[in-house]
């Protein structure tokens, strides 16, 4: 979806029917058929790692994000994980507010322990045989932190010019937004030596941006094109990061 502009010609896209033969089952197995087809494939070098992937969900201030603790109490527990058999630790967020509403970027949740007890705490995972990815909320959180002021422009806007909502309304699709997520990823993964991320809301923004200004064609690529550019942004970023070790 998007505005109609006299005299401009816009592409909707591709749609694909794929007939097969057999029942409901059968067909759909004949979908990796089809995602080889048209290039709809998994990118190329990801680590061998991946395909055995263990991962163990956790964060410093226990199951709820909020509560006493943070990265030396859960160092202790590293001994622990590693005796599931796991391989990886998935942290959940530990930017400042947490919770999946990520306000200072840069700056740890309080009360979660320093940047050297973070630092510490991968190191001791990785002495032990594990990897730590870190959660990657492209969606920004809630619009009334001092980065949203700054940069309104990055939240989306309905067609009567309003905020699409308060929480979860970036654009995902906005070039100095995806260029500033992926810039922070890779401040992180070398700062504290992260070995992966997981993308939060992979699938782009809540709504399509009728901010009349929107530097692509339609309202719509904020959504799952959006997605996508921040994917493609965050694993070069993380690339980057990682290829000197």
């Not at 796991?86 to 700056?107: A, F, Q």
């Not at 799952?224 to 493609?232: C, D, S, V």
């Amino acid at each position: 979806c998007g505005y109609a502009h006299p005299g401009k010609t816009q592409r909707a896209g591709d749609a694909w029917i794929v007939f097969r033969r057999g029942n409901a089952a059968e067909t759909l197995a004949h979908m990796h058929d089809w995602h080889r087809l048209v290039g709809h494939l998994p990118p190329e070098g990801r680590p061998e790692s991946v395909k055995s992937l263990a991962l163990y969900a956790t964060h410093p201030k226990g199951r709820g994000m909020s509560e006493p603790g943070g990265f030396p109490h859960a160092q202790e527990y590293l001994p622990f994980v590693a005796a599931l058999g796991i391989n990886t630790i998935w942290l959940r967020p530990v930017e400042h507010k947490s919770g999946y509403c990520p306000d200072e970027m840069y700056e740890l949740q309080e009360g979660i322990g320093t940047p050297a007890d973070h630092l510490a705490y991968v190191r001791d995972a990785h002495r032990r045989g594990l990897k730590v990815w870190r959660d990657a909320v492209m969606h920004g959180g809630k619009t009334d932190n001092r980065r949203s002021k700054e940069h309104p422009e990055w939240v989306c806007l309905k067609p009567d010019g309003k905020q699409a909502d308060t929480y979860w309304a970036y654009d995902f699709n906005w070039p100095t937004w995806v260029k500033y997520f992926g810039d922070y990823v890779e401040w992180t993964t070398r700062k504290y030596e992260i070995d992966g991320w997981r993308m939060d809301v992979p699938t782009g923004s809540r709504f399509p941006n009728w901010n009349p200004k929107v530097p692509y064609d339609r309202a719509s690529y904020a959504q799952n094109q959006g997605g996508l550019a921040q994917m493609r942004s965050i694993r070069a970023a993380a690339r980057r990061a990682t290829s000197t070790r």
